[in-house]
Every structure is written in structure tokens, then in C-alpha cells.
């Protein structure tokens, strides 16, 4: 009987969902409005597009259609997998996905734990400016200045030159290439990502911080006890929404810097889909490899909430 009354209850409350949601939509109304543009957005260009991952599996001839196209299953898969680009591609992706994770995520945290140790108003809001501006400029823009300071009269070579060494074009060369790109992705959003941790920054109560002073607490003590935990939340879910981009270094600063000297480091899955789909016409091969590309990352973020969830409690769900 009591399982009767709790599978009563349950049909009752499933039945009430939908009314529930009418009631919140009529009583929040323009919260609802706000979002409909940002849903729009994702349904249009994020979620219509994913019916067309199809032609991975299909011989894609624009004539025909998706649907008229042959049916090959997964042989573009095996061509990506045993063709003499995977490997390439495959590590020169994780390389400099890790070497950002690694250098450039802590930047942003580093620079708002120094800003907030600051006190002077003017100087703050200074170098939280100049540390904004490259994030606004067009990559275009910023791929020209790169290119500007790494060439053999570039001030980078000014540099070296004055301590004796010897003038090189730095983009020609293939070992310089991921230092290249990483530093100057951490000089690029370094001032843009201190946004969030200072906004977190702002939420610690600063009681805790005098409780911190009358135990004998000094600076560095209240940052270790009081400000990283205050920011570990925050950290975990960005940390966890950038493994989910490990595998997915945008191809617009890669195409704008690499050449064909530099393909051996600097040729990743996004710019090999970008060649191969757009240059070439080799539609469904180019969609299989950004397929694998997306399963890879879904299983990364995945993965990485499941274990943050184990060890902290923290993670997007």
C-alpha cells in the first residue's frame, strides 16, 4: 500500500510539471525573454548543425544532398586513423592544449591574487586596464603584431642581438612555434580572465580575513586559508570547462601564424580540418575528423567533472 501511495505521488507530481512551468514562465516573464535570444542562438547554429555530423558516415556529394549521398560508415574514420597526418595532428592538438592548460590558465589567477594584494586604487585599475586591451584587439591585428616582433629585425631579435645572439625569423623555425602561440595566447586573455576571479574575489566576506589578522594570520597565511579556498570553486569549474577544450585549439590564430615549414608542430586537428574540408572539397573526411574531435572532448568534460566530483564536491552538475 505504501508503494501504491509513492508511485501515486510520483505520477501526480509528473503530471503537475508542466503547470508548474507555465505558472514560472508567467511569473517570471521577462527573465524568460532575456533567454529566448541566448536559446535561439544555441538551437539554430549549435543544434541544427549537428544533424549534418552525418556525412562522417556518408560518401557527401553536394548534388545529391545528405540524404541522397552513399552511405560509407566509418571508412573515413579509418582513413583519419591510418593516414600519415593522425599522429601529427593528433599530438601537435595535445601538445599545445596542455602547454596553455599548464602556463596559461594559472596566469589569470596569479594576476588577480597579486592585484587584490594592491592598495593603490589608481595603479590597480591601471594594469587591470592595460592587461584588458590586447583581448580587444582583432586577431587579425594581434597575429600581425606577432609576426612583427618575431621576424630577424622584430624587437624580439633587437633584443637578443644586443646580448650577442644571433638574428633568426622565429615562425620559420618549428621549436618556436608552441612557445610562440602559448605566450602570446597568456599576453592575449591574461587580463580578460582576472574578470572572474576578482568578481570571486569580491564575494569572501572580510570578517574572515580580521579573524584571520587576530589569530596572528599575516598575508600570506590569510591568502592560503582564506582567499584560494574562497576561489577553489570557481578554479575547479573553469578548470573543468578547459579540459573540455583540450582538444579543441581554434584553427583562426593557427592558419595566421603556421606555414608549411612549421607544419611538423604547428598543424593541429582544427587547421588539418580546415585544409582538408574547405581547400580540398573533402567534406565528409573533414566532418569525421571534427566528430572525433568533439567525442573526445565530451568525454573529457565528462571525465573530469566525474572526478572532481569525487575528490571535492565541485563540478558543472
Known amino acids: 500500500m505504501a508503494q501504491l501511495k509513492l508511485g501515486r505521488s510520483k505520477v501526480t507530481h509528473v503530471g503537475r510539471l508542466p503547470l508548474n512551468i507555465a505558472k514560472d514562465m508567467v511569473k517570471n516573464k521577462y527573465l524568460y525573454m532575456m533567454l529566448t535570444p541566448v536559446l535561439l542562438y544555441f538551437i539554430i547554429f549549435h543544434y541544427f548543425p549537428m544533424y549534418g555530423s552525418i556525412i562522417a558516415f556518408k560518401d557527401f556529394n553536394p548534388r545529391l544532398g545528405i540524404g541522397g549521398s552513399a552511405w560509407v560508415g566509418l571508412e573515413h574514420f579509418k582513413d583519419f586513423f591510418g593516414g600519415m597526418y593522425f599522429w601529427r595532428v593528433f599530438k601537435n592538438t595535445l601538445m599545445i592544449s596542455l602547454y596553455d592548460l599548464i602556463f596559461g590558465f594559472p596566469a589569470p589567477l596569479i594576476l588577480a591574487l597579486l592585484l587584490n594584494e594592491v592598495k593603490n586604487a589608481l595603479f590597480k585599475r591601471s594594469v587591470q586596464t592595460i592587461t584588458y586591451l590586447p583581448h580587444f584587439i582583432s586577431l587579425v591585428i594581434i597575429c600581425g603584431m606577432i609576426k612583427d616582433f618575431t621576424s630577424s629585425e622584430g624587437v624580439i631579435n633587437d ?134 574531435n568533439s567525442v573526445i572532448n565530451f568525454a573529457l568534460v565528462i571525465g573530469s567533472n566525474w572526478i572532481s566530483r569525487k575528490l571535492n564536491n565541485t563540478g558543472l552538475w
Request: hydrophobic share 50%; net charge neutral; aromatic share 14%.
Open 159 to 292: 633584443i637578443i642581438a644586443f646580448f650577442g645572439g644571433e638574428r633568426v625569423t622565429m615562425l620559420l623555425e618549428p621549436s618556436f612555434f608552441r612557445t610562440i602561440f602559448v605566450s602570446s595566447n597568456i599576453w592575449q586573455h591574461i587580463g580578460w580572465g582576472t574578470i572572474i576571479y576578482l568578481a570571486a574575489l569580491s564575494a569572501i566576506d572580510l570578517e574572515q580575513y580580521e579573524a584571520c589578522k587576530i589569530d596572528g594570520g599575516g598575508r600570506w597565511k590569510q591568502m592560503l586559508h582564506i582567499t584560494l579556498p574562497g576561489l577553489l570553486p570557481v578554479f575547479v569549474i573553469l578548470l573543468i570547462l578547459n579540459i573540455g577544450r583540450i582538444m579543441s585549439v581554434g584553427f583562426e590564430k593557427i592558419i595566421l601564424l603556421y606555414n608549411p615549414t612549421t607544419y611538423v608542430t604547428a598543424d593541429v586537428i582544427s587547421s588539418y580540418v580546415y585544409r582538408i574540408g574547405l581547400q580540398d572539397f573533402q567534406f565528409s573526411f573533414s566532418s569525421a575528423v571534427g566528430l572525433f
